[in-house]
């Protein structure tokens, strides 16, 4: 089994959509979860925390289920500009990140 | 967060030479992690540099391959040695910086390698 399992996608979806991702880690061991979201040719870029109580900033919001050992990302009202790949991304305690291989999102207008 | 420096950004090599990457960081951190993103893939840890020991590199990527430097707690380099066109890839280093009890990691903006 995969580390990290994401689905791939590409999602595609319109302008003002609500899109879900979820991903699914092996290592119980893990301690701390992130999304982070790379551009096109650019450098991954944090996007947020999650926490085992969920957390939510402005039209995104995270959640982390430690029994199945999965992380989620909800975005609400999709922009154009949230087009991107969201890597799930976790810390073993090492303070090395573990990334998942992305899920492409297009939102289209 | 820490603002790195990293460059090149980008470069085309021959093959059997080697590429040295640097990344300086505007502040003092602890940890400094190299990481290598293949073409369409995610990014794979390649190892963690301290400064003042030796690196510790993940399974697969070894020393002689790989070597890195941090001569302080502000800079890093990784080396590419002997290149072949498999090594063609981004590289990105990141550093880990402490708040209090929340930490956050930055990356640099990444080094595009093609071996021809």
């Known amino acids: 089994r995969k580390e990290v399992e994401q689905d791939p996608g590409p999602f595609n979806v319109p302008e003002g959509a609500t899109v879900a991702f979820n991903c699914t880690y092996s290592?119980?061991?893990?301690?701390?979860f992130f999304w982070y979201r790379q551009d096109c040719r650019k450098e991954p870029k944090l996007l947020m925390s999650v926490y085992s109580s969920g957390n939510e900033d402005g039209r995104f919001t995270a959640q982390l289920n430690r029994a199945s050992q999965y992380i989620s990302l909800l975005i609400r009202d999709s922009k154009l500009s949230d087009s991107a790949t969201y890597l799930c991304v976790f810390d073993t305690g090492r303070r090395a990140l573990t990334f998942g291989s992305g899920t492409r999102l297009q939102v289209q207008p | 967060s820490a603002v790195i420096s990293q460059k090149p950004s980008r470069d085309i090599c021959q093959r059997g030479t080697s590429l040295t990457i640097q990344c300086q960081v505007d502040s003092q951190v602890t940890m400094m992690f190299w990481y290598r993103q293949q073409p369409g893939q995610s990014l794979t840890l390649i190892a963690t540099a301290n400064q003042g020991s030796e690196a510790t590199y993940e399974s697969g990527f070894v020393i002689d391959k790989f070597p890195i430097s941090r001569p302080n707690l502000t800079f890093s380099t990784l080396t590419v040695s002997n290149m072949s066109p498999e090594d063609s890839s981004i590289y990105l280093c990141?550093?880990?910086?402490?708040?209090?009890?929340?930490?956050?990691?930055?990356f640099g903006s990444g080094t595009r390698l093609t071996v021809v």
């Open positions: 990141s550093v880990v910086a402490q708040d209090n009890s929340n930490y956050g990691y930055t």
């Open positions: 290592n119980s061991a893990s301690q701390s």
